[in-house]
């Protein structure tokens, strides 16, 4: 059941996620995949400030908007609070360097699957 509940979510944060991209702002600037991204941010935030200080709110409730709307919105507000949570736990080498691995090796990620994708050609 809990797939059920966090596939349901996912797709409510696609669809939040392709809606953005629809918006007519074009630029050089990956201005909506940015603000995808804060929002993102925000709206986990919310969510576990909410959610996560109710004791009365069920785990399916977390999973639905957290694990399955965030998640399927934008993974990267979960790298977002995943960071904040190890510097607010004053866990600052640990959270630079989460942040700084992160983006590296996501880039280098990139790199390695488009060189990949053309040996297959």
């Not at 409510?12 to 702002?25: D, E, T």
Request: aromatic share 12%; with cysteine.
């Amino acid at each position: 059941m809990e797939f059920v509940i966090v596939a349901l979510g996912g797709a409510v944060g696609a669809m939040g996620r392709y809606a953005i991209s629809l918006l007519p702002l074009k630029t050089s600037f990956p201005i909506l995949t940015l603000l995808t991204n804060v929002i993102g941010a925000v709206l986990i935030g919310f969510i576990v400030g909410v959610i996560g200080n109710n004791n009365e709110a069920s785990p399916n409730t977390m999973l639905f908007w957290k694990t399955g709307v965030c998640g399927g919105f934008t993974t990267f507000s979960t790298f977002s609070l995943e960071a904040f949570d190890l510097f607010e736990n004053k866990s600052y080498l640990l959270g630079g360097a989460y942040v700084f691995l992160s983006v590296a090796c996501c880039l280098a990620g990139i790199f390695l699957g488009k060189k990949l994708s053309i040996l297959l050609h």
